[in-house]
């Protein structure tokens, strides 16, 4: 399918051919046939893109301390391969489409393959022949309503949501500041609620088009305006000022302060430099109000993606709602978007209408309409190059990737890519702009976003899944059925009954293909070190381990029971399995305690005291933190035995203490061991390495990790086995 997209890197918008996303369970697959460019949002997003590295630096120096702070404690290369990750990633454009609805997910149970939906949300309403919407995105069209109207969507909501934020009655005067797309979808909403509009912009046509839709208080002069605002509200001033405009000084604020009567209200929709005299504000009272997307539920995860809805009894006019209104003021006659239209482009030309648009080219656009065939095709797998099917020998293995996120491009995909002898056949994500340029930048032959091109694939070897930890056991499972060999990023599951399925399935099986987690730490060279200063230990350890993790707020997706389920199954099966590892025996009994805090400003299961005892006699304590400074070192192991001591911090800097002597081993830089877990894997495929953790010890490891939890939650110590 076609999609526009930009590269944050470079600025660069194209139109790419991209395999069509999965629909997904609480999704709609939706072939568009409207959608509408956001000259303001978009133009905003390609002129930081076409920043330079140093603008783009100066534009977010928040984003470039956090890199500094990152750099000292873990290298500079490291910090800049992420960085240049994070840009190096394609956006899609686009939030406000409309088509008809293809494919429901089983949990969309509220639309039906044929119905005709509007569409809203960056990075699912997007330019192209068809994009997956979560159900909260989507409303159904009604009877009356075309689909290039119902294109408007996205703009609909951000002005009825504006017009919200406003908190007005029946009979306010409203002065608008802006007669763009938003500010004259914003007047006629006002009218349609019974507000007396007036409004401003510096451009003629704009003003005769708002008198065109019926509105005679309109100017493009300041002092025209506050005449008429002192003789229609018999010279109180406006209840509120909404300002729809962007401009980078404070004039509009500044002129809004003088609009408004005592304890009115400013809101702001589009974008204006907030730094009004506060003097003039406390004189009459006045309320700032920046409105925030489409109203509640805008931007929240759990809204927009997992589909939880918010009670209409708490909150009356959620995104959805407020889409659904505006859709109703459409069919009702109240709000018209076709005399907004000024221009039409088939996608084919997006190329070009974004030239046009940034070179200032475009004359006099509003509503810019992007149109789309009826005839674009599901296919979800695309060859990227000539396909050549290697046989199968000890030197070339083929491998396809599941998923593609962030962690993967920086740091896994580079390490697989210089692997010898492996091919990279197809790589798997769910966006199609997304898998396009990641799998021609790493040389795969092949790009889906349909996993069974992976399983149902004879000539792969080998499977690497790097998808979000809620499908990591459905990857074990299909590896198993399959008999393909995985390397699977930690955890291996998320639950008690997913680790006893995996177990159930594992032992039901003929034959077990390689299923290798990635835990890094025991392949990092510092680990390989600290394994030989060990060699010769005669008695059991005392191991200390202190991780300096990083706060997360309890509502990333981290946290999520469906998506993450917590930081302890997420992240700690690393350093379990690094600890076994050392001490070469397995952790038999745990005891844990967490903070008691207020869950929010410090995450309670985030900041906890680990102890726990090894089969050899060996004990240790884990100190897990999410509360300290993210600058200071993230990772220290302390081992004392036989009176000597190692030290390793960050593994960059590790040390071996006896009789009174030192000797260290240093990298330049953090090495956690991700090529060399890489480089056993696919030796392991080859058949020249034998693996060194079991399938069985991986579920061991994770059934600690769910010890681990027992104990937090029963303030009891537990051995690991017991029920």
Known sequence: MKQVVQSYKTGEVTLREVPVPQCGSKRILVRNSHSIISLGTERSTIELGRKSLLGKAASRPDLVRRAWDKAKKEGLLKTWQEAMGRLDTPTPLGYSSAGVVEQCGTAATEFSPGDRVACVGQGFASHAEFVSIPVNLAAQIPKGVTDDEAAFG?????????????????????????????????????????????????????????????????????????????????????????????????????????????????????????????????????????????????????YEIEGVDLPIGDVRWTQKRNLQEFLRLIADKKVDVLSLITHRFAIEEAESVYGQFVAGSLIQPIGVLLNYPETAHIARTMTLAPVQVMPRNADKIQIGVIGAGLFGKALLLPALKSQPGVILHTLVTGSGASVEHSARKFGFLNQSTDTDSVWENSELDAVIGLTPHSQHAQLVTSAIKKRKALFLEKPICVSVEELTNLRESASKATSLPLVFVGHNRRFSPHAVQMQKWLADRQGPLVLQMRINTGFIPVSHWVHSEDEGRSRVVGEMSHFIDFIQCLAKASIVRVSAERISGDNRSAVNNDNIAISFKLSDGSVGSMIYSASGDKAYSREMTEIFFDEKTIVSKDFRVSEFHKGGRSESFKTSGQEMGYSQELMHFVNCVKGTESPVVSLNESFETMDVIFAIERALATATIITIGSK
């Open 154 to 302: 996205m703009l609909g909501i951000i002005a009825l949501h504006g017009v919200r934020s406003a908190n007005l009655t029946f009979g306010s005067h409203v002065v608008v500041m802006g007669l763009g797309l938003l500010g004259l979808l914003t007047i006629q909403i006002l009218r349609a609620y019974g507000c007396e509009v007036l409004a401003i912009d510096p451009a003629l046509d704009k003003v005769e088009l708002a008198k065109q839709l019926g509105f005679a208080n309109v100017t493009t002069n300041a002092e025209d305006l506050l005449q008429i605002s002192n003789h229609k509200t018999l010279g109180y001033g406006a209840d509120a000022v909404i300002i729809t405009a962007a401009s980078k000084d404070r004039s509009l604020v500044d002129q809004s302060i003088k609009l408004c009567r005592t304890k009115g209200r400013i809101v702001i929709v589009g974008t204006a430099d907030i730094h009004p005299d506060r003097n003039e504000l406390w004189l009459k009272e006045i309320e700032l109000v920046v409105s925030r997307a489409a109203g509640p539920g805008s931007l929240d995860p759990i």
